[in-house]
Every structure is written in structure tokens, then in C-alpha cells.
């Protein structure tokens, strides 16, 4: 009976089905013919800290009356890929770092908007201006020469502008503008691969995102879907030209913003969903503790003049999204698959919207707006508070949008 069951399995394992199985499974696991979104990589996924969905979305409010879907689109196809939006001491602007390299000012009606800095001198006209082309894979391949200016901030006393360009570090530029001039593009020896965002402390020190320490802009949603943890916040010291590490091990580190009296700040935890703290003063000091957790993808992160804070999130998570999260070996699997990312994408339930959150200092959610039918924007990068307008910057799109606020 013994020798007979052998047989049987044996012969289970020598079945052609059997084995046609094995060897796709193999085949999609290797994928020698890159096919798959991760093709070409080395895609390893891991386990990272993320809170539970029914947790947070059980929680969550909504807008019912999709308020942000209210919104007003501003500069359609004069603006391309308008991540960071900025004013100076005068008032004047939107300056808007833009995917073709470029960042611009708007001069009023009757000018328009006027290339105010560059971030390289490689920069060219004939290269680098793809209109409205600029916010896709076209650009691709020569954003890394041309620059991709992300963060914006003006320091209000000396009209100096700094820049966090995902290709380029740290830059500051002068109140005339022109080409900037590198701050920080490495840190202990080793390339800056990917400065995001960025905020300037009272002192003169400029604190500052790397998303990543091993993919860049161009291959951004891999940090996403291998869910590593390369991130860093650093800081630069003006006087002494240097460059710190002051927080490592982060999940896609994103926006960055002082609280009102600069005893912490604020960053947002792309891969995480979440907005975290970090204390500069008090019997707290160098510690990092939980703000919020959040129903989707945090990008900037924006004070207003009450010192609340404002959230940009491109939303939301789905039940699918989090088996994938708590189980690598089925993302490692399922991106390998030879179907385009946007098709894996919804059939885990992804469906790309805006919403904006505003917090007080304690992470109590004071408003949200959403937009659930992309009618202003399917992604969103940062929410600036102006003078009764809201005004919204979004990475992938060529537009503004603006929103009387309250």
C-alpha cells in the first residue's frame, strides 16, 4: 500500500497540468523578457508599518457634498506639472516649479507667466520644453538632465528662493532669479537621489525630504510598491555648508513643514499613509511621534496663517492594497505580471482622487474636501491657504486649481 501511494504521487507531480503550472509560476518569478511593470528591477517587497485599513477608513469623515469637485481650474495647459506653488514677501506669484525644469512666476494678466529660475545650465529650450507633454513619460528620460524642481520656499527676509529639485538637491536662488545655485547634493559622501520637499527654520537652516536612497523621481512608484524604508530628513547649515542626517529609515518621506513656533515640524510618510512629527525643542527633543493616519498617499504639507495644517493626499487606500501590503510575496508575484501597472492598479480597487485635509497641532481633522470624480484633479501635490483662497498644486497635471476657503 505503501509503494502504491509513492506511485500516486509520483504521478501527481508528473502530470503535464501540473507541470505547466510550475513552470509559469516560474516564468512570471524570473521574468527574463522584463514584461511586468518591476521588469529589469531588483523589486524586493517588504512588510512596512502601516495602520489598519477598517482602522482608519471606519474612521475617516467624508465630504458628501464634494466641496474641492467645486474648485476652479486656473493656467489649463500654461502650467505643466505644478507640484509646489509659491509668493514672495510681495505678494506676488503663484511661482510653480514645473516637470519641464523650469520654475515660473505669474506677472499678472497682462504679462502672463515669465521663466523666473532654471536649476542647471543644462537646460535648453529645445530639450527640455515639452508643453504639455512634460507631465508624461515623455519627459522621462531627459528630466534627469533637465531638473525636476519639487519644494518651493522663500526665505521673506533676504527674497532668496530654495529649491528642492528631485534631480539636482538642494538650490537656493536670488530675489532676480536665474540659475540657482547648488546648497547640498550629497550627504556623507553619498548622492541626494531624490530631495522633495523642503522648509527653512528660523536659525537659517533648511530641512529637507530624500524620498529615496535607491530610486529616483522617474521610477518614484516602486518606493510604493517594494514599500522600503531608505528615506531620510536632512538638514542644511548655511554657515557651514554642510549637511546632516537628522531622521533615516523613512517610507517615502514627502512634504515638510515647521509648526508656527518652530518647537517641531511636520512631515508626511508617502508609503505609511500617515503625517508624522518631529521635535526641535522641549523636553521632547530629537523624538518622532504619530500626527494622523490618513485614508491615502500624503504628499505636501502646508501651514496656514492659524497654524493648522493642510494635507494633500492622493486617496485611498483598498482592502486589496492591504493584503498586498501585509503579504511581499504576493506583490513580488503580482507586479511581475506581464499587464500594464494601471491595469493592476484597478484590479486591486485603485481609483486615483484628490482630497485635502486640514489638522490642528494635536492631529484633530478640522476639514476635509474631496473630489471623488477627478473633476479638478486626480492627483494632488500641495494645498497653499491664501488670503480666502485655496490654492492647489498637482505633480501630473498642466493646471492650477484654486477654491474660495472658508
Given at each position: 500500500?505503501?509503494?502504491?501511494?509513492?506511485?500516486?504521487?509520483?504521478?501527481?507531480?508528473?502530470?503535464?497540468?501540473?507541470?505547466?503550472?510550475?513552470?509559469?509560476?516560474?516564468?512570471?518569478m524570473m521574468d527574463p523578457f522584463q514584461l511586468g511593470p518591476v521588469g529589469g528591477l531588483q523589486f524586493r517587497p517588504v512588510k512596512h508599518d502601516i495602520a489598519p485599513y477598517k482602522e482608519v477608513m471606519g474612521s475617516w469623515p467624508r465630504d458628501n457634498k464634494s466641496r474641492l469637485g467645486d474648485g476652479k481650474l486656473e493656467f489649463v495647459d500654461e502650467v505643466y506639472g505644478p507640484e509646489s506653488l509659491e509668493f514672495d514677501s510681495l505678494g506676488r506669484g503663484p511661482y510653480a516649479g514645473l516637470a519641464d525644469g523650469r520654475i515660473v512666476r505669474w506677472m499678472g494678466e497682462d504679462i502672463g507667466w515669465e521663466t523666473f529660475a532654471i536649476v542647471t545650465s543644462n537646460w535648453s529650450e529645445k530639450l527640455c520644453a515639452r508643453g504639455a507633454d512634460s507631465t508624461t513619460a515623455k519627459q522621462w528620460k531627459h528630466e534627469k538632465w533637465c531638473g525636476r524642481p519639487l519644494g518651493l520656499r522663500f526665505n521673506k527676509e533676504s527674497g532668496d528662493l530654495y529649491i528642492a529639485d528631485a534631480h539636482y538637491g538642494l538650490l537656493r536662488v536670488g530675489p532676480d532669479g536665474g540659475l540657482a545655485t547648488p546648497l547640498a547634493t550629497h550627504v556623507e559622501g553619498k548622492l541626494i537621489l531624490f530631495a522633495n520637499?523642503?522648509?527653512?527654520?528660523?536659525?537659517?537652516?533648511?530641512?529637507?525630504?530624500?524620498?529615496?536612497?535607491?530610486?529616483?523621481r522617474v521610477n518614484h512608484f516602486f518606493i510604493l510598491l517594494e514599500g522600503e524604508a531608505t528615506g531620510r530628513l536632512l538638514r542644511y547649515d548655511p554657515p557651514t555648508k554642510t549637511t546632516h542626517i537628522v531622521l533615516d529609515g523613512l517610507a517615502f518621506p514627502n512634504g515638510v513643514q515647521f509648526s508656527?513656533?518652530?518647537?517641531?515640524?511636520?512631515?508626511?510618510?508617502?508609503?505609511?499613509?500617515?503625517l508624522m512629527k518631529y521635535w526641535l525643542e522641549g523636553p521632547k527633543t530629537g523624538t518622532v511621534e504619530l500626527v494622523a493616519h490618513l485614508p491615502g498617499f500624503p504628499d505636501n504639507v502646508r501651514i496656514n496663517d492659524k497654524g493648522q495644517f493642510w494635507v494633500a493626499i492622493d486617496c485611498c487606500r483598498t482592502p486589496a492594497q492591504e493584503v498586498l501590503?501585509?503579504?511581499?510575496?504576493?506583490?513580488?508575484?503580482?507586479f511581475r505580471l506581464p499587464i500594464r501597472m494601471s491595469v493592476l492598479a484597478r484590479i486591486i480597487g485603485?481609483?486615483?482622487?484628490?482630497?485635502?485635509?486640514?489638522?490642528n497641532e494635536k492631529g484633530e481633522i478640522l476639514e476635509v474636501l474631496e473630489d471623488p470624480r477627478g473633476v479638478v484633479m486626480k492627483l494632488v501635490s500641495e494645498v497653499r491657504e491664501i488670503q480666502g483662497k485655496l490654492w492647489i498644486g498637482t505633480v501630473a497635471h498642466n493646471h492650477i486649481a484654486t477654491l474660495p476657503y472658508p
Amino acid at each position: 500500500m505503501e509503494k502504491e501511494g509513492q506511485n500516486k504521487d509520483g504521478t501527481f507531480l508528473q502530470h503535464p497540468f501540473f507541470l505547466i503550472i510550475v513552470l509559469a509560476f516560474g516564468f512570471v518569478m524570473m521574468d527574463p523578457f522584463q514584461l511586468g511593470p518591476v521588469g529589469g528591477l531588483q523589486f524586493r517587497p517588504v512588510k512596512h508599518d502601516i495602520a489598519p485599513y477598517k482602522e482608519v477608513m471606519g474612521s475617516w469623515p467624508r465630504d458628501n457634498k464634494s466641496r474641492l469637485g467645486d474648485g476652479k481650474l486656473e493656467f489649463v495647459d500654461e502650467v505643466y506639472g505644478p507640484e509646489s506653488l509659491e509668493f514672495d514677501s510681495l505678494g506676488r506669484g503663484p511661482y510653480a516649479g514645473l516637470a519641464d525644469g523650469r520654475i515660473v512666476r505669474w506677472m499678472g494678466e497682462d504679462i502672463g507667466w515669465e521663466t523666473f529660475a532654471i536649476v542647471t545650465s543644462n537646460w535648453s529650450e529645445k530639450l527640455c520644453a515639452r508643453g504639455a507633454d512634460s507631465t508624461t513619460a515623455k519627459q522621462w528620460k531627459h528630466e534627469k538632465w533637465c531638473g525636476r524642481p519639487l519644494g518651493l520656499r522663500f526665505n521673506k527676509e533676504s527674497g532668496d528662493l530654495y529649491i528642492a529639485d528631485a534631480h539636482y538637491g538642494l538650490l537656493r536662488v536670488g530675489p532676480d532669479g536665474g540659475l540657482a545655485t547648488p546648497l547640498a547634493t550629497h550627504v556623507e559622501g553619498k548622492l541626494i537621489l531624490f530631495a522633495n520637499d523642503l522648509d527653512i527654520h528660523r536659525n537659517g537652516s533648511i530641512f529637507f525630504t530624500d524620498t529615496s536612497k535607491k530610486y529616483n523621481r522617474v521610477n518614484h512608484f516602486f518606493i510604493l510598491l517594494e514599500g522600503e524604508a531608505t528615506g531620510r530628513l536632512l538638514r542644511y547649515d548655511p554657515p557651514t555648508k554642510t549637511t546632516h542626517i537628522v531622521l533615516d529609515g523613512l517610507a517615502f518621506p514627502n512634504g515638510v513643514q515647521f509648526s508656527m513656533d518652530q518647537t517641531f515640524l511636520v512631515f508626511t510618510e508617502t508609503t505609511n499613509c500617515r503625517l508624522m512629527k518631529y521635535w526641535l525643542e522641549g523636553p521632547k527633543t530629537g523624538t518622532v511621534e504619530l500626527v494622523a493616519h490618513l485614508p491615502g498617499f500624503p504628499d505636501n504639507v502646508r501651514i496656514n496663517d492659524k497654524g493648522q495644517f493642510w494635507v494633500a493626499i492622493d486617496c485611498c487606500r483598498t482592502p486589496a492594497q492591504e493584503v498586498l501590503t501585509h503579504n511581499p510575496w504576493m506583490r513580488s508575484l503580482y507586479f511581475r505580471l506581464p499587464i500594464r501597472m494601471s491595469v493592476l492598479a484597478r484590479i486591486i480597487g485603485m481609483r486615483m482622487y484628490t482630497v485635502i485635509s486640514l489638522f490642528n497641532e494635536k492631529g484633530e481633522i478640522l476639514e476635509v474636501l474631496e473630489d471623488p470624480r477627478g473633476v479638478v484633479m486626480k492627483l494632488v501635490s500641495e494645498v497653499r491657504e491664501i488670503q480666502g483662497k485655496l490654492w492647489i498644486g498637482t505633480v501630473a497635471h498642466n493646471h492650477i486649481a484654486t477654491l474660495p476657503y472658508p
